[in-house]
């Protein structure tokens, strides 16, 4: 700060010597705080401690009198060293009233009649100062300039009550100060005693402590390691389950899609059996009817020339011999003929019939090669399962009627619809089919002769 424009700054060399002189005084303040009141301030709060153990009456409210003098005391502005010796007289007249107490052998009644009444005296004092410190400290500074002579006085007279009151203690009087000083000095070895066996203790407790903590650390890092071990086992092992229930998984897959393709693979092999047995029993139904119809259009051929012969024979009288020998003999020849032919066809039909018959008896049904394909796909039923003739098996082994008789228990109406009925052989529905010329239908053979059939018989001319 720049002392020009500072007022408080001193300006001549008077000014700067009352300040130093200020100075030195406060710091001799300083020091007597330092040294004599925090000192007996000390003394007090260990005398306060052991208060509350003294059942002597007035003691307790001696010593707190005299620690709120020490208190006020250091807030008086003027008379202040005055109200320190006055702090300082109570503080040790207290103390020597508790070396009293301490040296009393019989504790049980200190204090006498006589110095119980010193200390009400003592007690009544203390509070008198108190509250005089008390009303000298908030008193404003011109009360304070009007009052210092007789405040001066009137400190004097406390000290004196004070005093008064020390002697009246003649044992306590004659103690020494460093009596005090010994009793500070045992308890402050006691709290060293004692700070140093509870350091020793304490570092004895940490170093168990650590002993147990570095234990505690290595279990903590074996379990780890046990645990990382497990960890890692565990994985592995949950690896190997997912990777065998993805394998199995997979080969259920493709077992259901082997087995969805035998099924297929077998489900075409039955339709194109039915198929097969379909066309060969359509073959030989045509067939047969072929031949029947054959057979009856020879049969009808051989009523014909036999009418038509004896037609002839009616009509033909007046003709000569040799034609009618050569007529006889070319009708002879045509029965001949015709006869041949029909045996040779019936025995032929005989036969093919005797054949088919010994193959359907050797030969395998549709039942038999469907069993055998199931069987061998390992899907063969069992034998509690079989429906009745003409019902059909579906899943779950429940039966249920088959609109369509004969159907096999291996298959369902609905995966194996009949064929639609055929209508072009005999017995199915009419059509626009003819055999020969065309003017035969497979519904009648009335018309037939009429197609006009080329014969290698020359036709005989007629004579009326």
Known sequence: MNPIFD?????????????????????????????????????????????DKIPAPYVKEAI????????????????????????????TLVAHVYRSYEKSEDKAHWPGK???????????????????????????????????????KKIREYRTKLNHAMASFQVVAQLQTYELLRLLKDKVDSDLYQAKTSQESAKKDREEQELLLTELLAEKRRREKLEAEMHKKTAAQVLREEKAAEEMTEMKKKLRELEDKKVYLLQLKIERLKKDEESAKRRREAEEDRERLLLEEIARK?????????????????????????EDDSSEYDD?????????????QKARKATQK???????????????????????????????PGYYAPYMGSYTPSPYPGTSPYGSPMLFPPAPPVHYHPGGKGSNMTINSGNVHTSTVSNVGNDYSHSSKPKKSSKR
């Open 7 to 51: 007022n408080s700054y001193p300006n001549d060399e008077k000014a700067r010597q009352k300040q130093r002189k200020r100075q030195r005084r406060d710091a001799a303040q300083n020091n007597w705080f330092e040294t004599s009141v925090n000192g007996g301030t000390m003394v007090l709060a260990l005398l306060k401690d052991a208060a």
């Open 64 to 91: 707190g009198y005299t620690l709120a003098i020490i208190r006020i005391v250091q807030n008086v502005k003027d008379n202040k060293n005055d109200f320190q010796l006055i702090a300082i007289d109570a503080a």
């Open 114 to 152: 006589q110095l119980q009444e010193d200390l009400e005296f003592l007690v009544g004092t203390l509070l008198d100062i108190q509250l005089f410190a008390e009303a000298r400290a908030d008193n404003s500074m011109l009360h304070r300039v009007f009052n210092k002579d007789g405040d001066t």
């Open 302 to 326: 051989e009523r014909r020339e036999k009418e038509k012969a004896r037609r002839k024979a009616a009509l033909a009288s007046d003709s000569s011999s040799e034609e009618d020998d050569s």
């Open 336 to 348: 001949t003929d015709t006869e041949d032919e029909i045996i040779r066809l019936a025995a032929k």
């Open 358 to 388: 010994a193959k359907r008896r050797a030969a395998k049904t549709t039942e038999d090669y469907l069993s055998e394909a199931f069987a061998g796909a390992g899907l063969h039923p069992p034998s509690s399962l079989y429906p009745p």
